[in-house]
T-cell receptor, first 115, second 116 residues
Framework: AQSVSQHNHHVILSEAASLELGCNYS??????LFWYVQYPGQHLQLLLK??????LVKGIKGFEAEFIKSKFSFNLRKPSVQWSDTAEYFC?????????????FGTGTRLQVFP | GAGVSQSPSNKVTEKGKDVELRCDPI?????LYWYRQSLGQGLEFLIY????????KSGLPSDRFSAERTGGSVSTLTIQRTQQEDSAVYLC??????????????FGAGTRLSVL
């Protein structure tokens, strides 16, 4: 069965620090990869996605993620975080050929950024 | 425009009671999903409706859980004989047909269910 692992459960950073959140998935076939974000008091929303092509994808608010197929990883990065990046971040995968669009999510990483 | 709407936003119930959670997807979205977010568990897929196709029920944890979608729009998730382990935030999401196969979903605010 597909699964997604996020190894960092809680990350605390100061503003301007660099961020990298780990995500690994276990699935041998073709997958689509996503990072969703939930800001305090807001709905879960898409941050960025990877379907194919350039393995380095850029999303909103300066975030990027790199797909490394050999490592089954899709880590999220940001060179310099801001207080407004405080949120919970979820990595997710889906198998587009599987006849269903369901997303398999990781357990999430809570990011706190202090000014 | 209006997003995915879920009601109630909070529900407190006693163990053994039945509950119904409602989801109004974005107008025109053909796909509708239910997920459950438990403390420390991330988001767990429950069920997926796509148009008139048979739903993907593979994530429902037990036969106490069921869902229906009437008229291709509103969906109701029903939990019978609730247990304390059912306490969680239940999230609904929808997506348009144009995003089919791409995993892009639009989420509601969720219903926080507490079973005492």
């Amino acid at each position: 069965a597909q699964s997604v692992s996020q190894h960092n459960h809680h990350v605390i950073l100061s503003e301007a620090a660099s961020l990298e959140l780990g995500c690994n998935y276990s699935y041998g076939g073709t997958v689509n990869l996503f990072w969703y974000v939930q800001y305090p008091g807001q709905h879960l929303q898409l941050l960025l996605k990877y379907f194919s092509g350039d393995p380095l994808v850029k999303g909103i608010k300066g975030f990027e993620a790199e797909f490394i197929k050999s490592k089954f990883s899709f880590n999220l990065r940001k060179p310099s975080v801001q207080w407004s990046d405080t949120a919970e971040y979820f990595c997710a995968v889906n198998a587009p050929w599987g006849g269903t669009d369901k997303l398999i999510f990781g357990t999430g990483t809570r990011l706190q950024v202090f000014p | 425009g209006a997003g995915v709407s879920q009601s109630p936003s909070n529900k407190v119930t006693e163990k053994g009671k039945d509950v119904e959670l409602r989801c109004d997807p974005i107008s025109g979205h053909t796909a509708l999903y239910w997920y459950r977010q438990s403390l420390g568990q991330g988001l767990e897929f429950l069920i997926y409706f796509q148009g008139n196709s048979a739903p993907d029920k593979s994530g429902l944890p037990s036969d106490r859980f069921s869902a229906e979608r009437t008229g291709g729009s509103v969906s109701t998730l029903t939990i019978q004989r609730t247990q304390q382990e059912d306490s969680a935030v239940y999230l609904c999401a929808s997506s348009p047909d144009v995003d089919r196969g791409q995993g892009i979903q639009y989420f509601g605010a969720g219903t926080r269910l507490s079973v005492l």
